[in-house]
């Protein structure tokens, strides 16, 4: 228990030290009012999602693989900003999960104006395998795993969003 804790408060201060232009951006403060996943918002989500990508390096870093974790945080933040407004900008959840992927580019060029192409491919394919476009990158794969194992602990843990608060706070 006491390692997971390092941990978190390790990936915390990465998260901090990495994305906080991004934290700090008005786009993630309608992030963080809007509901994801029953249970937490989507700025709660892109946070645990750079927590469990960040958590998926250090394991992968131990087998001498390097993973570029500054670019995993950003990928992570920025990945589902494209569907702020959802209830407004999309007609179902169906047309959400194909067109949001895109539309977070879009809005990652925003925040992250030296974005480099293989970032915005990893926001754009983070919903493989519902959608067609496949990550290419390792980040890639990390923000899609990521993403997937952080969606079902939203679902299942009705303390998501408290966890939140050490970083924010």
């Given amino acids: 228990m006491r390692r997971k804790i390092q941990r978190n408060h390790d990936n915390d201060i990465l998260i901090k030290r990495y994305g906080s232009d991004i934290l700090d951006s008005e786009e993630f403060e309608v992030a963080l009012a809007q509901t994801h996943h029953h249970r937490s918002s989507v700025g709660d989500h892109s946070i645990h999602t750079a927590r469990a990508g960040l958590t998926m390096?250090?394991?992968?870093?131990?087998?001498?693989?390097?993973?570029?974790?500054?670019?995993?945080?950003r990928i992570s933040l920025l990945h589902d900003l494209g569907m702020l407004g959802r209830d407004v900008r999309?007609?179902?959840?169906?047309?959400?999960?194909?067109?949001?992927?895109?539309n977070s580019a879009e809005t990652a060029r925003k925040l992250w104006t030296d974005m480099d192409p293989k970032s915005e491919r990893a926001i754009m394919s983070h919903m493989w395998p519902l959608s067609d476009m496949r990550p290419n990158s390792r980040?890639?794969?990390?923000?899609c795993l990521a993403d997937k194992v952080t969606a079902i602990g939203d679902r299942c843990n009705p303390k998501s969003r408290k966890i939140v608060s050490s970083i924010l706070g």
């Avoid at 047309?95 to 895109?102: G, N, S």
């Avoid at 980040?139 to 923000?143: G, Q, S, T």
Wanted: proline share 3%; with cysteine; aromatic share 2%.
């Fill in 57 to 73: 390096c250090s394991l992968i870093n131990k087998a001498g693989i390097h993973i570029d974790l500054r670019k995993v945080v």
């Fill in 90 to 102: 999309y007609r179902n959840n169906n047309e959400c999960r194909h067109l949001h992927p895109a």
């Fill in 139 to 143: 980040e890639a794969v990390i923000l």
